[in-house]
């Protein structure tokens, strides 16, 4: 299984971003796509996955925020960042697990990883 990020920057405060992960090499026909953030000093965290069938969560912060989607013709993850916050700087990985989407939001359910892209919001 092979993730590449792209789409990070640099944005003002409530500005908007687009990322892209392109997914390819995996078989899987029930899987699951997330986005998780890591921050200098901080643990990695969840923001939002998405099923094969569609189904989406997200993190309480970021929740009507950030939408994520996939484009299944492009194998590709895609999160839609809007009103973004300085708290929201970090590096932004792609992450895939065969099966359910996990319950947890720990990246430790997650199997396959991308090498991230970063993301920075200034107030």
């Known amino acids: 299984v092979q993730l590449v990020e792209s789409g990070g920057g640099s944005v003002q405060s409530g500005g908007s971003l687009r990322l892209s992960c392109a997914a390819s090499r995996y078989t899987y026909t029930r899987y699951c796509m997330g986005w998780f953030r890591q921050a200098p000093g901080k643990e990695r965290e969840g923001v939002a996955k998405?099923?094969?069938?569609?189904?989406?969560s997200y993190a309480d912060s970021v929740k009507g925020r950030f939408t994520i989607s996939q484009d299944n013709a492009k194998n590709t993850l895609l999160l839609q960042m809007n009103s973004l916050k300085p708290e929201d700087t970090a590096m932004y990985y792609c992450?895939?697990?065969?099966?359910?989407?996990?319950?947890?939001?720990?990246?430790?359910?997650?199997?396959?990883w991308g090498h991230g892209t970063q993301v920075t919001v200034s107030s």
């Open positions: 992450a895939l697990v065969g099966g359910y989407c996990p319950g947890s939001w720990s990246h430790l359910m997650f199997s396959y």
């Open positions: 998405i099923d094969s069938a569609g189904s989406r």
